[in-house]
């Protein structure tokens, strides 16, 4: 947390609840932007076009998966979006259109999806595996939402990264739109071994290696969000033109990130023991660590801290030392540019190949 309120690895506008608990910058609507449309047919179009493609990207995704169970959980994933829109649209209701419920959202999406699968396959019947996954989705979504939903709460229930955004109904559905795509797409190597477990019924040493892992980039990523959480409560920090340095924010610049990117592959990793006895189409859920990836490396994570950082610190010859020396997100690896990460991912899928020969 450096002193700003957006997190996660949507665009500023957009969901925190992703995956994180860093907190991005603000960035203000360019006062030369295109004008949105207003009439209430261009709205209709906007909102039209915004629900084809989210719906028709989950469907498609979920076919290539397999599984007529997974195709319901990809509409219950833009379902729940589209139920707390009712009253957060302010269209329904009378009320005034608030986000104050869009993160907390975000993360009733993966619990949703979670027990949905479960009660589907049957609490009886689910294997180890599926207890597993199912556990750890549940966790880090409980944790997530715990945060965010507490964190809004403090500030009124306002955000300000909808200041402008909720002001033209098109761009605020768009957003619940793709918070349906991430709690979908993110977890979708979960969602498919809940939807059928392929994979030996006896967990191995892949399945506990997994849960290591996990347990690994989960604390990485609790344990970093605290140490931040505490530095910034320090009175002796606070209006201070620096930076926190120490714990795990010695080791590299977003250790919280690396976590993140962790532990989706460890469910990946899991899911793998599955995916092998199963159709080859169904690895297309290994998009996820790579999307995650994607998110906070280039769309909203990492761009928008470092452009922060260099706003408030650039001048600073300590802060420059400290960007030369502190690697970017692989731990203990300066020389490391920042898509170095992708070995952790990419490692699961060579260690997959390797077993299905």
């Known amino acids: 947390m450096d002193g700003t309120y957006s997190d996660g690895p949507w665009p500023p506008a957009i969901s925190t609840s992703a995956l994180t608990v860093e907190e991005q910058p603000i960035t203000e609507p360019s006062a030369d932007a295109a004008p949105m449309p207003k009439s209430f047919a261009q709205q209709l179009t906007a909102c039209t076009v915004s629900c084809v493609i989210c719906n028709a ?59 949905f699968a479960v009660l589907a396959a049957g609490w009886d019947v689910l294997t180890q595996r599926q207890l597993m996954v199912a556990a750890m989705v549940a966790i880090w979504a409980a944790r997530l939402g715990t945060f965010l939903f507490g964190r809004i709460k403090i500030h009124g229930g306002i955000d300000p990264r909808f200041s402008e955004i909720k002001k033209y109904f098109p761009a605020f559905f768009n957003f619940w739109n793709i918070q349906g795509m991430w709690g979908f797409l993110t977890a979708l190597p979960a969602f498919v071994v809940l939807a059928q477990d392929r994979g030996p019924k006896e967990l191995g040493l892949v399945d506990y290696a997994g849960a290591l892992l996990w347990a690994f980039g989960f604390a990485f990523e609790v344990v970093a969000d605290t140490q931040k959480g505490a530095w910034r409560a320090r009175p002796e920090n606070a209006g201070k033109k620096t930076w926190i340095t120490g714990g795990l924010w010695s080791v590299c610049r977003h250790p919280n990130y690396f976590g993140e990117i962790t532990l989706w592959s460890a469910v990946l990793l899991i899911a793998s023991q599955s995916l092998l006895q199963g159709p080859a189409a169904a690895w297309a859920c290994a998009v996820s660590p790579f999307f995650v990836m994607l998110l906070l490396l280039y769309v909203s994570g990492i761009p928008m801290l470092a452009e922060s950082g260099l706003k408030k610190w650039g001048e600073e010859p300590a802060y420059q030392e400290f960007l030369a020396k502190t690697p970017i997100i692989l731990p203990f690896c300066p020389w490391a540019p920042k898509e170095a990460v992708a070995l952790v991912p990419i490692l699961v899928l060579v260690s997959a190949a390797v077993r299905a020969m």
Request: charge should be neutral; charged fraction near 10%.
């Open 57 to 115: 990207a989950l469907q498609g995704m979920s076919y290539m998966c397999g599984g007529a169970r997974l195709h319901q959980m990809a509409a219950l994933a833009v379902g729940v979006q589209y139920l707390v829109l009712l009253h957060a649209s302010g269209n329904v209701f009378g009320n005034e259109r608030t986000e104050k419920f869009f993160d907390l959202t975000g993360s009733l999406t993966y619990l949703s999806l979670t027990v």
